[in-house]
């Protein structure tokens, strides 16, 4: 079972093989964003005291669901409500993280009061699990967590056919822009233009996907595995989370990277695109005013071909720690 309110195709595209029943379910807050570039801290903390009251129904009925599937474990990607119903039906719990939302929040604590009882709260939630997992770049080493990989998802298409499919010209860069999935309008379109040797892929909230000159218009839910584009791409661009970041450093792809300054998780993951991947990095005003498109040349010729070191990927980490934890039990 899977609680979450991500729509079901990102499941299906994500999880194809795979038997699970998809339950709609609010099981955290996170920043409610106005923008994929900014965030309402003051919505984000009345959403966050309702949510950790633990009182609405949404909380029963993930309760209620999770008693009556008996599950063996309960596996949380920083979701407090996860260690919360864990803790009520003692269910063996396991946090997975490379930051807790409490580590985030205490930057606000100081200049919006609801926030000292947020913390508090999530605090004390973040202590309920049997095994603590931290994703690499994580942002704070907790001395009852275990290091694993960065967590990526896996290339299903080779790069040529995922060029043919798209209909890219042998001789193009190609690049892809993306700002993580959140609905954005780009005032550099018409710049992309003048770039005849490159096509752009443009990934957002579209209708359907769609090709013009140059620039290719991706919806989030195609036919296509999305990190096959990261994989297919000679460079991406855009807003800078974990899931961009690492599947840029496993794909070998150059990243030019917007970070969010006002989010604590930006430098983490600027510290490790500065040492572990070949990365530049621009301003907001960079990136929507096309300004970027001088600074990308330079990162074309360094997309890493050869193979790299072998490095296991930490979802396979993640698995095998579980197993052994209810092998224990």
């Not at 955290?28 to 801290?41: E, M, T």
């Not at 008693?67 to 474990?73: I, Q, R, S, V, Y």
């Not at 300004?291 to 070191?309: S, V």
Request: charged share 20%.
């Amino acid at each position: 079972m899977i609680f979450s309110t991500l729509p079901n195709w990102f499941w299906k595209q994500n999880l194809s093989g795979t038997d699970y029943q998809c339950i709609l379910a609010e099981t955290d807050i996170g920043l409610i964003q106005k923008s994929p570039f900014s965030h309402d801290i003051d919505s984000s903390a009345r959403a966050w005291m309702d949510f950790l009251s633990f009182s609405n129904g949404n909380f029963t009925y993930c309760l209620r669901l999770t008693n009556e599937f008996k599950p063996d474990c309960i596996l949380c990607d920083i979701s407090p409500l996860g260690l919360s119903v864990g803790k009520s039906l003692r269910i063996p719990t396991v946090l997975i993280e490379n930051f807790t939302w409490d580590w985030m929040f205490e930057i606000y604590a100081g200049q919006k009061p609801h926030f000292k009882e947020i913390n508090q709260k999530l605090s004390d939630l973040y202590e309920n699990f049997d095994l603590r997992l931290q994703a690499t770049p994580y942002c704070k080493k907790a001395d009852n967590g275990i290091t694993i990989n960065p967590i990526h998802r896996f290339q299903i298409l080779p790069v040529l056919q995922v060029r043919e499919k798209l209909n890219i010209p042998s001789d193009h860069r190609l690049v892809l822009i993306t700002t993580g999935g959140i609905s954005q309008n780009y005032d550099f379109i018409q710049s992309l233009r003048n770039y005849t040797d490159r096509t752009f892929l443009l990934a957002g909230n579209f209708d359907r996907m769609e090709s013009n000159h140059n620039i290719i218009r991706i919806p989030m839910n195609s036919h296509f595995h999305f990190p096959d584009f990261v994989f297919a791409s000679d460079l991406v661009v855009g807003k800078v989370g974990y899931g961009t970041l690492v599947e840029c450093w496993a794909a070998g792809t150059p990243l030019l990277g917007v970070y969010r300054e006002d989010f604590r998780e930006s430098e983490r993951l600027r510290r490790f695109s500065n040492h572990e991947m070949t990365a530049a990095e621009i301003t907001f005003e960079e990136f929507e005013s096309g300004a970027w498109l001088k600074q990308a040349k330079n990162l074309f010729m360094k997309k890493i071909t050869a193979d790299k070191p072998a490095m296991e990927n930490g979802s396979l980490q993640v698995a095998r720690e579980v197993n052994s934890l209810l092998d224990r039990r």
